[in-house]
């Protein structure tokens, strides 16, 4: 069931793309680009205890939970999933847009490897 909820919080079919903004311009304090080719880019997000950023957009992925994670999204709709990860937990992670909130008291951490198609 775990898993469910974490796959519905990137599940994001048929997003419009006026929200497809990329999360390094309009959060850079929270992401960082740590590889990037032709193929991939890898990023590190980083939220604090009630962090928050704007509406953005991540292509499919993969996402790995370096902390236990717990989040609430909201969608371009003005709906919200809440959803968590456990350290070391790895999903993938359909593209889409959301806005994320870290909801734990504790600092979260997720890498997120990006395909780049064609």
Same mark, same amino acid.
């Given at each position: &069931?775990?898993?469910?909820?974490?796959?519905?919080?990137?599940?994001?079919? !048929?997003?419009?793309?006026?929200?497809?903004?990329?999360?390094?311009? %309009?959060? =850079?304090?929270?992401?960082? /680009?740590?590889?990037?080719?032709?193929?991939? $880019? /890898?990023? $590190? *997000?980083?939220? =604090?205890? =009630?962090?928050?950023?704007? &509406?953005?957009?991540?292509?499919?992925?993969?996402? *790995?939970? /370096?902390?236990?994670?717990?989040?609430?999204?909201? &969608?371009?709709? !003005?709906?919200? /999933?809440?959803?968590?990860?456990?350290? #070391?937990?790895?999903?993938?992670?359909?593209?889409?847009?959301?806005?994320?909130?870290? &909801? #734990?008291?504790?600092?979260?951490? %997720? *890498?997120?490897?990006?395909?780049? $198609?064609?």
């Amino acid at each position: &069931m775990r898993t469910c909820t974490l796959l519905a919080l990137f599940l994001l079919a !048929g997003t419009p793309l006026a929200f497809a903004q990329d999360p390094v311009e %309009v959060a =850079g304090d929270h992401y960082s /680009v740590i590889l990037e080719n032709d193929d991939v $880019r /890898v990023l $590190r *997000i980083q939220y =604090g205890p =009630g962090d928050r950023t704007a &509406m953005h957009y991540h292509p499919d992925g993969v996402a *790995i939970f /370096v902390t236990n994670s717990s989040f609430r999204f909201t &969608m371009p709709d !003005g709906s919200t /999933v809440e959803a968590s990860g456990a350290a #070391g937990e790895t999903i993938w992670a359909p593209g889409g847009a959301h806005s994320p909130e870290n &909801m #734990g008291s504790e600092p979260a951490e %997720v *890498i997120l490897v990006e395909l780049k $198609r064609d």
